[in-house]
């Protein structure tokens, strides 16, 4: 089992940038691919952003494509999603998951079933 440890989260202004990072252990991180995913009050939790376990493929939603990029260190057991150009709309709970399976393409991966492992999330606030 793989524990994931995020951080990063926080309070920013409408148009400003944040790091998210996830900190791995447990299991060979490079082997799985790797996602995001946020829930806002009141509604349910929806897919964001995923990377394949070796970082050559992501894939978005496309609500935040060209604002938010993954990526991840795999020497460092750690993926992080940089997010610019934020929106209110992008306030919400933003958790790091594990892929169930090994060595899947990113989008292979984007539904929270493909997921067996997850953080404790971090807050992200947007203020306009």
């Known amino acids: 089992q793989v524990q994931l440890v995020e951080s990063g989260g926080g309070l920013v202004q409408a148009g400003g940038s944040l790091r998210l990072s996830c900190a791995a252990s447990?299991?060979?991180?490079?082997?799985?691919?790797m996602g995001w995913f946020r829930q806002a009050p009141g509604k349910e939790r929806e897919f964001v952003a995923s990377i394949s376990w070796t970082g050559g493929s992501t894939y978005y939603v496309s609500s935040v494509k060209g604002r938010f990029t993954i990526s991840r260190d795999n020497a460092k057991n750690t993926v992080y999603l940089q997010m610019n150009s934020l929106k209110p709309e992008d306030t919400a709970v933003y958790y790091c998951?594990?892929?169930?399976?090994?060595?899947?393409?990113?989008?292979?991966?984007?539904?929270?079933?493909?997921?067996?492992?997850w953080g404790q999330g971090t807050q992200v606030t947007v203020s306009s």
């Open positions: 998951a594990g892929d169930r399976l090994p060595r899947r393409r990113a989008v292979e991966a984007r539904r929270e079933t493909d997921f067996g492992s």
């Open positions: 447990g299991r060979t991180f490079s082997s799985y691919g």
